[in-house]
């Protein structure tokens, strides 16, 4: 798939499907992780992405098992890419080898903090913020689909709601073509935020990110480091499945059927309303054409001041 047909995909309106691959540590892990993708290439989703450490910690291998997974196995790669460790010339060189091996399409991520450490401290000639990145990559590789990240109950490290928004807001009015977010395990965090997000005129495409659970430790731990919550009943659910591994995963698995099955079932009407407003912002932005009205602004700003 091209980074074109991808964008097609995206302004087509349809529901994606796409899954997310970790870079292995050993030789096991590969062989499992090249298994699994020949397994689920049978459901021909529309992008894999593939992870990329902190401070470039799996760089070498983040490129080579995307080339794995676009080459012998046909999938249209998203790499992972982060600012944390990376000046902004090694950005623009590993942008540059992502553009060589043919992945038209990389989500931009500000990057969590090295392990170890508790706050982000970028590069001294790095970047400080996501919505740098994108625009990086778009001097860099400008045919490129950028996926950017949103937050459904908030990115941890923001002082509000609404500035998170506006932090979002600005990655995307720099270039980002979609937004994928965070996991969640309340549908309801995801169709109130798909709200806000066009309540604050961000008129992408919001894929909701989803994991089923397979540790009850681990998805807390992610919970903690993305500000999710986990609802009481899925909770208790796990905890009365105990140690049972195969019990924990059934409960995950069933769990993240019924938050795909309803966000399938919804997905027609939240298209459709985004289709309403679209037309109207068209309406709205011919009309002050007309009357010689000009709307300044840059990034969140412009969305909080109308």
């Given amino acids: 798939m091209t980074a074109v047909s991808l964008k097609s995909r995206l302004e087509s309106g349809k529901a994606l499907f796409s899954i997310e691959f970790f870079p292995p540590k050993s030789d096991t892990s590969a062989e499992q992780l090249l298994r699994t993708a020949e397994a689920l290439k049978v459901y021909s989703p529309d992008f894999a992405s593939i992870t990329y450490g902190a401070g470039g910690s799996t760089r070498s291998r983040t490129l080579k098992y995307a080339r794995h997974l676009s080459e012998d196995y046909g999938y249209a790669v998203m790499p992972h890419l982060t600012c944390v460790g990376h000046s902004r010339e090694e950005l623009r060189g590993i942008i540059t080898e992502f553009r060589e091996a043919g992945l038209g399409q990389i989500m931009a991520l500000r990057g969590d903090p090295p392990k170890g450490e508790t706050d982000f401290k970028p590069h001294p000639d790095g970047l400080n913020h996501a919505n740098e990145l994108v625009g990086l990559i778009h001097e860099t590789f400008p045919e490129c689909t950028v996926g950017v990240a949103g937050y459904p109950e908030m990115h941890p490290e923001a002082s509000s709601p609404d500035i998170d928004l506006l932090n979002l807001k600005r990655k995307v009015d720099t270039g980002g073509h979609f937004v994928t977010t965070q996991l969640f395990f309340d549908n309801a965090k995801y169709f109130e935020f798909v709200n806000r997000t066009r309540?604050?005129?961000?008129?992408v495409p919001v894929l909701p990110g989803l994991m089923?659970?397979?540790?009850?430790?681990?998805?807390?731990?992610?919970?903690?480091?993305?500000?999710?919550?986990?609802?009481?009943?899925?909770?208790?659910?796990?905890?009365?499945?105990?140690?049972?591994?195969a019990a924990v995963e059934a409960v995950g698995i069933d769990w993240v059927y019924r938050q795909a099955r309803e966000l399938l079932e919804r997905?027609?009407?939240l298209r459709q309303r985004l289709g309403h407003l679209l037309q109207r912002r068209r309406g709205e932005r011919l009309e002050r054409g007309r009357q010689g009205v000009v709307v300044r602004g840059h990034g969140g700003d412009a969305g909080a001041q109308q």
């Fill in 199 to 203: 309540q604050a005129k961000i008129e």
């Fill in 212 to 245: 089923c659970v397979t540790s009850r430790e681990q998805a807390l731990r992610f919970c903690a480091m993305c500000g999710a919550s986990m609802p009481a009943e899925l909770d208790q659910q796990l905890l009365a499945a105990g140690g049972d591994a």
């Fill in 267 to 269: 997905g027609p009407e």
